[in-house]
């Protein structure tokens, strides 16, 4: 499956962004999707994932600012970022995948190309 991440940006602390990942194919219910990030000079790091049946799991850096979710429909996952802070600056990926952990970056095949999401103190 391919994948295209969209609607990074330059935004203050405090605001709010929301990102798109389209993915091509006809499975894509199928798939976990999930979200990850790496700033500069780190890691990548697990951001959010959700299930094909709509189960979600999240960074506890993240947890009650963010909001994974997915429309089948239109194969397209989002992650809805509230109340960004200055650590959330890195570019995020998203990611398709099927088996193993949903924290863990093995567990997914597929990788967006990235975007970057830059917030301003």
């Known amino acids: 499956v391919q994948l295209q991440a969209s609607g990074g940006g330059l935004v203050q602390a405090g605001s709010s962004l929301r990102l798109s990942c389209v993915a091509s194919g006809r499975t894509f219910s199928r798939f976990v999707m999930g979200w990850f990030r790496q700033a500069p000079g780190k890691e990548r790091e697990f951001v959010a994932a959700?299930?094909?049946?709509?189960?979600?799991y999240y960074a506890d850096s993240v947890k009650g600012r963010f909001t994974i979710s997915r429309d089948n429909a239109k194969n397209t996952v989002y992650l809805q970022m509230n109340s960004l802070k200055h650590e959330d600056t890195a570019v995020y990926y998203c990611?398709?995948?099927?088996?193993?952990?949903?924290?863990?970056?093995?567990?997914?095949?597929?990788w967006g190309q990235g975007t970057l999401v830059t917030v301003s103190s």
């Open positions: 990611a398709a995948g099927y088996r193993g952990s949903v924290y863990l970056s093995p567990s997914y095949d597929s």
């Open positions: 959700i299930m094909s049946i709509g189960t979600t």
